[in-house]
């Protein structure tokens, strides 16, 4: 059996297709998108429960050196509220969301099966950029455990960066 990590999932489920690799780890909609091509099946699901370790860990993050943030605070404060208005979109109005990514980086993606892993990812995806400060600590927790190691940012300097909290501000004042 060949397990291997290999970046970005497209690459994957080639390897999948023309039989290098039998087991990936594979984030939504990649796991669809192979269950629909008859490449592989979901068989672990570490967003609806399959793993109850992990649940409600923050998963994807974005990482900036204090001056980058300094420097560049207001652009990341528009990205961290784009991130918002996603996430927003996805819970709310999965089918746009589908369309939107359709028109975008998955245009080859069929539409339909982006709206059934936009449904499916909805599990996974916050309401709200902000994190509270025991969020953060069982990030840096679990994650510190996955990787066995102990990360040199403890959740007070994380949080103190405030960006979460800048975005929502700034969401609430541009809708």
């Keep these: 059996m060949n397990i291997a990590p290999i970046w970005p999932p497209s690459a994957q489920l080639t390897a ?15 796991a669809q998108i192979a269950e629909s091509k008859g490449v592989g099946s979901l068989f672990i699901d570490t967003i609806h429960g399959d793993a109850p370790e992990l649940d409600g860990v ?16 207001e652009a990341l404060v528009r990205f961290d509220a784009a991130l918002g208005m ?3 979109l996805i819970h709310a109005d999965p089918a746009k969301a589908a369309k939107l990514a ?15 892993a936009i449904k499916f990812l909805a599990a996974a995806v916050p309401t709200k950029m902000e994190m ?21 940012v ?21 809708k």
Excluded: C
């Excluded at 690799?21 to 984030?27: C, F, L, P, S, W």
């Excluded at 975008?104 to 069929?110: I, L, P, Q, V, W």
């Design 102 to 116: 359709h028109q975008g980086a998955f245009s080859e993606t069929d539409v339909a099966l982006l709206e059934r």
């Design 58 to 73: 923050l998963y994807t993050a974005y990482v900036a050196t204090p001056a980058v943030i300094e420097k560049k605070r």
């Design 154 to 174: 403890t959740a007070d300097q994380a949080m103190d960066f405030g960006i979460g909290r800048d975005a929502d501000t700034y969401l609430a004042k541009h």
């Design 132 to 152: 509270t400060h025991a969020d953060m600590q069982r990030a840096i927790d679990v994650w510190g455990e996955v990787y066995h190691k102990r990360f040199s």
């Design 16 to 30: 999948m297709q023309l039989g290098r690799m039998d087991v990936g780890t594979i984030a939504v909609p990649g």
């Design 86 to 88: 996603a996430n927003h």
